[in-house]
Every structure is written in C-alpha cells, then in structure tokens.
Antibody, heavy 120, light 108 residues
C-alpha cells in the first residue's frame, strides 16, 4: 500500500538548520508531484512547498521562501526539505504528502509527520 | 492572502446530521477538498472535487457546493467521526493551495 514516512525532526535553536526526509513506497514515486505541509501545535494546516515529478517546478509559501529548499531523489524514492534560518514560528509537525493533480491540486495520502521544535 | 473560513466547532448527537461549511471567494472557480484529522494522527482525505468520495470512505460522508460556499455533510454521525475537519482549495490563480481554518466536530 502507499506509504510515506517522514524523519529528521527534532529540537533546533533559532537560526539553525534541519533537513527533513520522506521515504515513499507502494507507488511510482517519479510519477507524482510531492508536497510538504505543516501544522503548528494546536493550530491549523499550512501548505509549505511542492515539487514537480521531475523536480523542475517548485513553489514555496511566502512564509518560508528563501529559507527552505525542497528537493527529491527519484532513484531513492525520497523527498527532502532543507530548512535554514529557522524561527520559533517554524515549530510544527511537518507532513509530506503525495500531490494529486486537479483544479486545484490535493493531497493524498499523508505521512505520519515529524515534529520540528525551534527553541533556545 | 486568500482565506477559507470555517466555523470553529460543530456539535451533533449520534445518529444526527453534521454540516460543516467552508466559504471563500474563489470557490466558484476552484474545487474543494475535505480532510479529517483525529487527535495525534495525520489528515485523511474524505471528499475530493467538491463531492467525490475516495474508496474506503463511508457513504455517510458527502460534499456539495453552492456559490462561494462548500459543505461537508456527515449523515448518521458516529462517535468515531469526532475529529477536526479542514477544507482545502486555492486562490483564483490556482497556484497556491490554501487550507480552511478548521472545524472541530464533537459528538455529544
């Protein structure tokens, strides 16, 4: 079955960096756009970024543009999120999700999430 | 920035019908999607393209659209339906996906 497993979360100081990974299985990873979505503690969902199947098209939310970099390795069935210059407001559970093409795109399924805590 | 507005909470007795609305100016032009999120779990898609139900989602979940408002209806609510529900769509350009503010459904 389709499975997405995130890793790499943890505690980091403000201004620090962290790299999240998402391992995909159960589908042809290279055929799909992929996305990162986050959820601050007790808050709603916020779309962060998505990347096309080849990696040639990338979009970011304004809140992370210039600080976060999304990438993928289709040979390894893996999605990544490099997070630099982290701020307290980046504290959240980060989910990776497979993107389904539509008007607009939607997300199915989602991984279980990995918690990123930015605190001194 | 574009916003999708949902009521913060909806309370319903078992067996009754819960209706959750989502309002946004671009909804006449863009499909809406609905996700269910139970505590400590990842969101799960329950409705796509306004009214389509993914395989494995119970028939009691349905969606509809009218103008700038979309509605998720849960008919014959069960205790297991207690969760947060989020709508999702995009602004009129369709470039950036946006989630609604979320609605907590409480089964009394």
């Amino acid at each position: 079955q389709v499975q997405l497993v995130e890793s790499g979360g943890g505690l980091v100081k403000p201004g620090g960096s962290l790299r999240l990974s998402c391992a995909a299985s159960g589908f042809t990873f290279s055929d799909y756009y992929m996305s990162w979505i986050r959820q601050a503690p007790g808050k709603g969902l916020e779309w962060v970024s998505y990347i096309s199947s080849s990696g040639s098209t990338i979009y970011y939310a304004d809140s992370v543009k210039g600080r976060f970099t999304i990438s993928r390795d289709n040979a390894k069935n893996s999605l990544y999120l490099q997070m630099n210059s982290l701020r307290a407001e980046d504290t959240a559970v980060y989910y990776c999700a497979r993107v389904r093409s539509g008007t607009p795109n939607w997300f199915d399924p989602w991984g279980q999430g990995t918690l990123v805590t930015v605190s001194s | 920035s574009y916003e999708l507005t949902q009521p913060p909470s909806v309370s319903v007795s078992p067996g009754q019908t819960a209706r959750i609305t989502c309002s946004g100016d671009a909804l006449p032009k863009q499909y809406a999607y609905w996700y269910q999120q139970k505590p400590g779990q990842a969101p799960v898609l329950v409705i796509y393209k306004d009214s389509e139900r993914p395989s494995g989602i119970p028939e009691r979940f349905s969606g509809s659209s009218s103008g700038t408002t979309v509605t998720l209806t849960i008919s014959g609510v069960q205790a297991e339906d207690e969760a947060d529900y989020y709508c999702q769509s995009a602004d009129s350009s369709g470039t950036y996906e946006v989630f609604g503010t979320g609605t907590k459904v409480t089964v009394l």
